[in-house]
């Protein structure tokens, strides 16, 4: 009776921690079989579902998305630089990989004071400037998902339609499915 315990009391506490989380986590589906996990891989994803504190993935991030070329192709864009500024004006640039992710971890910016302000910068005069604040939701993904509509501002693109020249690199170790 007591092995019983023993063994069944570690099962219960891991399931209790977050249903929730773990149902987002699933709706976001497996990964790539040729894709490793690391910085390439979930591109467009909520990153911060997996990778904030809660989430116990490591690296511990405190902002994080993906940057598109226009709202109606999902091409990444590398190299574009994502400013982003604290309500006491601390900021951190971070630039897009060749999967358009980017990230900042809790190592590079222990304590973030939100509200949050962003802005972009791309490649060829691309970019933007975002009037509402971050309040609570580092994962970029969490409001800029599927294209643009009356319930979302879309990705996060970097041109208009039609402007852009940008094509995927067929190198990069990561690829939108
Ligand atoms: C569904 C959960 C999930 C999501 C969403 C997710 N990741 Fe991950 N990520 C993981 C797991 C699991 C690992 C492997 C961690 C380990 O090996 O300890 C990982 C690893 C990583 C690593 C570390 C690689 C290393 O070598 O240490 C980076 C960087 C990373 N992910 C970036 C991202 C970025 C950027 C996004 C969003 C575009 C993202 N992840 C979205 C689950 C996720
Ligand atoms: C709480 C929801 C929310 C989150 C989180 C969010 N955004 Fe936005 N974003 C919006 C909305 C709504 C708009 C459209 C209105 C505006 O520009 O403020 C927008 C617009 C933008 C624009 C376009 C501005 C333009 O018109 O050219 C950029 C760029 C942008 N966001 C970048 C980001 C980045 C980078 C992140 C993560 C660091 C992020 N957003 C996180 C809601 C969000």
Not at 35 to 45: D, I, K, L, S, T
Not at 80 to 103: H, M, P, Q, S
Request: negative net charge; hydrophobic residues 30%.
């Amino acid at each position: 009776m007591k092995r019983h315990i023993a063994i069944l009391l570690p099962l219960v506490l891991l399931s209790c921690r977050s249903p929730v989380r773990s149902e987002e986590r699933d709706e976001l589906g497996p990964e790539l079989p040729d894709v490793e996990r690391g910085e390439f891989h979930r591109p467009g994803q909520p990153c911060l579902r997996c990778h904030d504190s809660q989430g116990g993935t490591e690296p511990e991030m405190v902002v994080a998305g993906t940057i598109f070329a226009t709202p109606d192709d999902k091409i990444p864009v590398a190299n574009a630089t994502v400013i982003v500024v604290d309500k006491l004006d601390e900021f951190r640039n971070v630039t897009t990989n060749c999967v358009g992710n980017f990230y900042i971890t809790r190592d590079e910016w222990e304590n973030p004071a939100f509200p949050l302000r962003t802005s972009i910068t791309c490649p060829d005069g691309g970019g933007g400037v975002m009037d509402t604040l971050i309040h609570r939701d580092g994962a970029c993904a969490g409001c800029h998902d599927g294209f643009p509509s009356v319930d979302s501002p879309g990705w996060i693109y970097c041109y208009d339609s039609g402007m852009s020249t940008v094509t995927p690199d067929p190198s990069c170790p990561g690829r939108v499915p």
